[in-house]
């Protein structure tokens, strides 16, 4: 199946289910090859081969270079950014969501009505940001915004979720940054502690279950969880009777 260019298989999922002990050759085991392991790695007498730790690296550190990425604004303006992030935002009342709304605008977010952000959330560059109205933007969420964010209307994006646009080549010896946007549909709910990475799509009023990591994009009006998220089920809505 091929590799996504950020370096996960997005179509590992009827991979991840089955079980290991089907995929082992009884006679890789007693060489060391087995579920992964290659002949560098040594057996130790009544525990777990030992991985090899001193093997020289396969990248260069020293060879990066970010000079191609482009932050959207000068470097003043970032820091500038950075620093109102770190000392208005926390100081700014909790309930009191206008503020930071406004901020947020300021810097070039585009941020709609009546949208609720908590003051820990973190955006790092604001002005590739994208909420609609409504929205709700919880405690220690990040928006690691290298390449643009999109979140519709109505959605909930829960506590210590982590919206990841940059990754870096694994297959670069320079270790080369590579971004991806990601786009949150209307009426979605991602829960507490998830990670998105770069180039996913959330389908409008899905939900994607707490401390999910997501690697590939997710269908519309879907129940969605795991490491790696897969589809669960469907979502159905049962109204409920208004209270008088």
Same mark, same amino acid.
């Not at 996504?4 to 991840?16: I, L, T």
């Not at 977010?109 to 604001?126: L, S």
């Not at 320079?174 to 996913?200: R, S, Y």
């Given at each position: 199946?091929?590799?996504?260019?950020?370096?996960?298989?997005?179509?590992?999922?009827?991979?991840?289910?089955?079980?290991?002990?089907?995929?082992?050759?009884?006679?890789?085991?007693?060489?060391?090859?087995?579920?992964?392991?290659?002949?560098?790695?040594?057996?130790?007498?009544?525990?777990?081969?030992?991985?090899?730790?001193?093997?020289?690296?396969?990248?260069?550190?020293?060879?990066?270079?970010?000079? /191609?990425?482009?932050?959207?604004?000068?470097?003043?303006?970032?820091?500038?950014?950075? $620093?109102?992030?770190?000392?208005?935002?926390?100081?700014?009342?909790?309930?009191?969501?206008?503020?930071?709304?406004?901020?947020?605008?300021?810097?070039?977010?585009?941020? /709609?009505?009546? *949208?609720?952000?908590?003051?820990?959330?973190?955006?790092?560059?604001?002005?590739?940001?994208?909420?609609?109205?409504?929205?709700?933007? /919880?405690?220690?969420? *990040?928006?690691?915004?290298?390449?643009?964010?999109?979140?519709?209307?109505? #959605?909930?994006?829960?506590?210590?979720?982590?919206? #990841?646009?940059?990754?870096?080549?694994?297959?670069?010896?320079?270790?080369? $940054?590579?971004?991806?946007?990601?786009?949150?549909?209307?009426?979605?709910?991602?829960?507490?502690? #998830?990670?998105?990475?770069?180039?996913?799509?959330? /389908?409008?009023?899905?939900?994607?279950?707490?401390?999910?990591?997501?690697?590939?994009?997710?269908?519309?009006?879907?129940?969605?969880?795991?490491?790696?998220?897969?589809?669960?089920?469907?979502?159905?809505? #049962?109204?409920?009777?208004? $209270?008088?």
């Amino acid at each position: 199946m091929p590799d996504s260019k950020f370096g996960w298989n997005e179509n590992s999922m009827a991979e991840d289910e089955q079980d290991p002990a089907e995929l082992v050759n009884p006679k890789q085991v007693a060489n060391g090859h087995a579920l992964g392991r290659s002949a560098d790695w040594e057996a130790t007498s009544g525990s777990e081969a030992e991985p090899v730790l001193d093997a020289p690296p396969l990248v260069d550190l020293q060879r990066y270079d970010p000079r /191609g990425f482009v932050r959207g604004r000068p470097g003043w303006v970032v820091m500038l950014w950075w $620093l109102v992030q770190a000392i208005a935002f926390p100081l700014t009342l909790h309930s009191h969501h206008a503020p930071r709304r406004a901020l947020l605008r300021l810097f070039g977010a585009k941020i /709609g009505r009546g *949208v609720v952000i908590r003051p820990t959330a973190q955006f790092t560059y604001p002005w590739k940001v994208e909420i609609g109205d409504y929205s709700w933007v /919880g405690d220690d969420v *990040v928006f690691y915004s290298l390449a643009p964010i999109y979140v519709g209307t109505h #959605c909930v994006i829960s506590q210590k979720t982590y919206l #990841c646009t940059g990754s870096h080549d694994v297959t670069d010896p320079a270790f080369g $940054l590579m971004t991806g946007a990601i786009a949150i549909g209307n009426g979605a709910w991602i829960a507490a502690d #998830c990670f998105i990475a770069p180039g996913v799509k959330i /389908g409008a009023n899905t939900v994607i279950g707490a401390r999910s990591a997501v690697f590939h994009s997710m269908p519309a009006q879907t129940l969605c969880w795991g490491s790696p998220c897969q589809v669960r089920g469907d979502r159905q809505i #049962c109204p409920k009777p208004e $209270l008088h």
